[in-house]
């Protein structure tokens, strides 16, 4: 039972201060395997009783709790054996397919059985492997305990089939020390919180001596004093001249930063018809690579393939004077890199550098060079250095294409994710994992393969065509969609994804935050999109591409640009251009981009400004055009 809650003084800094060290001192604990019992259920079916899940037994058929119904009433409550930060739930299963295995589920949480919250929706796959979910324990950015956790079973993979669960495994912190930090943290959460709803009501109400006398005795303000200013000012006094002066002072303090950021964006599209001195511009392309330095305003390009085939120019294009620069027309004969396509760079903010690696081969080129070749472009010097010719030798990936690449700027390591590896038989084709590159070291680690990853954790599956960027701020890793096969050589199934992973760096940790955000209101399952990062106003854009119709084997080209809350959890729809065909390519040209994929989008953090290059329009009467034009996106709140 939570302890009689009591107004007494409270100093909102210390609390956060001795709430961080808490956290700090748990994101260092390894998470560890927490014991429970069976405290309570809905029903089971003969000698399938809920204490089989405590035991994992994939090969025993009986080994599991089946309920004796499928309605929505059927549940399992778990007691655990103290109270505990409760991270991740894993779901063991049957040695085979089962039509009872749970297609849809939801896990509550909390510190007695009759009130708890939703910890997870989700659901299994319906395959022998085991599989490993990321808790909810954060509730507005405060760390809560759990002594009770419930599973309620919603669909099962068989219609009509009554819910079986095999084994379920918790796993989270349950240290005493940190518990009971993380514990009376959350007590004075929810007592501070009584108090402010009070304080609303009493100001509300007019009753401004109670008001007064409790927020005098708690210490606990209900708003910023601004706020308070500008509320007794307008509503009592009725002083609008000094209520326009402190809308003045709340706006410079930022405080209309949140509703702002609320409000829905409007995009201001505008062509660049930018060339360089002579009068040139980069040629049509697909499959390019583009980096953006914002500190200066210059802008990257290299590569991709025009529709016949693979470029090597390099160019440079300035913001401030609006020009392009042709660094390299073949960076091959000035001592750089091959012509090549679906390859990544990643730029180094610090040191001013460029890193290069991988290519796309096609599959008929069986006499073509399969080794991973590594560059490093020196902005400064104007040079190009060739780091490996061989990654795979060196502990790295092996020649791989449609990955991702970012660089951790402070530690100078390179994070490689996804993609995949070429053969000279398409049948050994693979799908790489995730690499870190040491820049200070020339050191590769593997740090997850995609067909051994740690025992009772999420996967982190690899895929091609996905997105990846790195928050500097959390040093982690947000991994989302793209496209992962079943077979490389079966190019009409197209298993499009719409899930999205966080990679902690620091403790090799991976949180499965959507395995489907379409159901949840985000974009449909994708390829080919692209995808920036504001990490001032906690958000991410991303620019869908190659989208899959339901029910169809067809491609849809399709630019929606989507804008995720990293603090909410909420994708929000800001733009659409549906337009398809050279009909409306034609009558847009001017207005918007066309409808595209494997196209280029970079976004300059100082200014606040994305740049979107080329593409394939995906004209089925032309498939070997390619685009050449250059827009700038605003958003405007």
Not at 4 to 17: F, G, K, S, V
Not at 267 to 274: F, G, P
Not at 375 to 381: F, G
Request: with cysteine.
């Amino acid at each position: 039972m939570l302890p009689t809650i009591q107004i007494n003084a409270y100093n909102n800094t210390t609390a956060n201060n001795y709430m961080e060290q808490s956290l700090n001192c748990m994101s260092m604990l390894p998470i560890e395997k927490l014991k429970y019992s069976i405290h309570a259920w809905s029903s089971h079916s003969a000698s399938y009783h809920p204490k089989n899940i405590m035991v994992n037994k994939p090969q025993d058929q009986s080994s599991r709790w089946s309920s004796n119904s499928n309605n929505h009433m059927q549940y399992i409550t778990i007691k655990l054996d103290k109270m505990s930060i409760v991270k991740t739930i894993t779901f063991g299963k049957y040695y085979k397919v089962h039509v009872c295995n749970l297609k849809e589920f939801k896990v509550y949480g909390g510190l007695t059985p009759n009130n708890m919250i939703e910890l997870l929706h989700s659901g299994l796959k319906n395959d022998c492997e085991t599989e490993t979910f990321t808790l909810k324990y954060k509730s507005n950015d405060i760390v809560f305990p759990c002594l009770y956790i419930k599973i309620v079973p919603l669909v099962a993979w068989g219609t009509n089939f009554n819910f079986s669960i095999w084994y379920v495994e918790l796993k989270g912190h349950s240290q005493q020390h940190i518990v009971e930090k993380v514990y009376q943290k959350y007590v004075d959460y929810r007592e501070n919180e009584v108090i402010r709803l009070c304080l609303k009501h009493f100001r509300q109400r007019c009753y401004l001596d109670t008001f007064n006398s409790l927020q005098n005795l708690t210490n606990i303000k209900l708003e910023d004093q601004l706020l308070t200013d500008l509320h007794t000012n307008l509503v009592f006094n009725g002083d609008f001249d000094t209520t326009e002066k402190i809308l003045y002072r709340a706006s410079e303090k930022n405080l209309f930063d949140d509703y702002i950021k609320e409000c829905q964006c409007k995009t201001l599209w505008k062509r660049i018809y930018a060339t360089d001195k002579d009068g040139n511009s980069p040629y049509m392309r697909g499959g390019h690579q583009m980096c953006i330095d914002s500190e200066l305003g210059k802008i990257y390009m290299f590569g991709g393939w025009d529709g016949s085939k693979n470029l090597a120019d390099f160019w440079e294009y300035d913001e401030n004077t609006e020009k392009w620069t042709c660094i390299s027309k073949d960076t091959s004969k000035d001592g750089g890199p091959s012509p090549r396509s679906c390859h990544r760079i990643a730029f180094d903010t610090i040191n001013k550098q460029i890193y290069m690696l991988g290519y796309f081969i096609e599959s008929e080129n069986n006499d073509s060079n399969m080794e991973s070749d590594f560059w490093k472009y020196d902005i400064n010097s104007h040079r190009w250095i060739k780091l490996s010719s061989n990654t795979a030798a060196k502990g790295g990936p092996g020649l791989i294409y449609d990955h991702q690449m970012v660089i951790e700027p402070k530690s100078q390591i390179i994070y490689v994710f996804g993609g995949r590896t070429q053969a000279r038989n398409i049948s050994e084709d693979s799908y790489s994992g995730l690499y870190s590159y040491s820049i200070k070291e020339d050191k590769w680690r593997l740090l997850r393969s995609d067909s051994n990853q740690p025992e009772n954790s999420v996967k982190l599956k690899s895929r091609i065509g996905h997105s990846m960027l790195l928050n500097p701020e959390t040093n982690e890793l947000y991994i989302f969609a793209g496209k992962r096969n079943k077979v490389f050589d079966n190019e009409r199934e197209k298993n499009y994804l719409s899930d999205f992973y966080i990679y902690r760096i620091d403790d090799d940790y991976v949180i499965e935050v959507s395995r489907n955000y379409t159901m949840q209101g985000g974009p449909d399952a994708g390829f080919e999109q692209r995808a920036t990062m504001d990490i001032e106003l906690g958000e991410l854009y991303m620019l869908s591409g190659l989208l899959n119709e339901k029910n169809s084997n067809v491609d849809t080209v399709k630019n929606i640009l989507w804008m995720y809350n990293i603090k909410k959890k909420k994708w929000t729809k800001i733009y659409q251009n549906v337009n398809y065909g050279s009909e409306d390519n034609n009558r847009i040209s001017d207005k918007e981009p066309c409808t595209r994929f494997a196209s280029q989008l970079v976004y300059d953090t100082k200014r606040k400004v994305h740049f979107l290059f080329g593409g394939n329009p995906g004209e089925m009467s032309d498939p070997c055009l390619r685009l050449n034009d250059f827009w700038e996106l605003k958003l405007v709140r």
